[in-house]
């Protein structure tokens, strides 16, 4: 069983940045690949960005490529989510997401992960 547990989110103008941490306990943290996700209001859970067990493979989606980047500290257990240049349009609630699977060519898919945390409002006013 792994613990994900989310902080960092927040209202901000649009064009400033959030960082989102999530800390992880339970299992050893070093054998997941993690991910976040984010669900806005009226739509589906989507994927976000991930990052391998040693953290040497990124991958985003196409909306936050430049300007999202995520991070590891495995001494830690901790995964980061720094997100610059916000715009209106990422305002959702973050999710981060632990999978024994590794992320496909350019993603992580949601039946893949197997663990996640409860989630942490982000919101970017216009």
């Known amino acids: 069983q792994v613990q994900l547990v989310e902080s960092g989110g927040g209202l901000v103008q649009a064009g400033g940045s959030l960082r989102l941490s999530c800390a992880a306990s339970?299992?050893?943290?070093?054998?997941?690949?993690m991910g976040w996700f984010r669900q806005g209001p009226g739509k589906e859970r989507e994927f976000v960005a991930a990052?391998?067990?040693?953290?040497?493979?990124?991958y985003y989606a196409d909306s936050v490529k430049g300007r999202f980047t995520i991070s590891r500290d495995n001494a830690k257990n901790t995964v980061y989510l720094q997100m610059n240049s916000l715009k209106p349009e990422d305002t959702a609630v973050y999710y981060c997401a632990a999978s024994f699977r590794a992320p496909t060519s350019s993603s992580l898919q949601i039946a893949a992960v197997d663990y996640w945390g409860q989630g942490t409002q982000v919101t970017a006013s216009s």
């Open positions: 339970g299992r050893i943290f070093s054998y997941y690949n």
């Open positions: 990052i391998s067990r040693t953290g040497l493979n990124t």
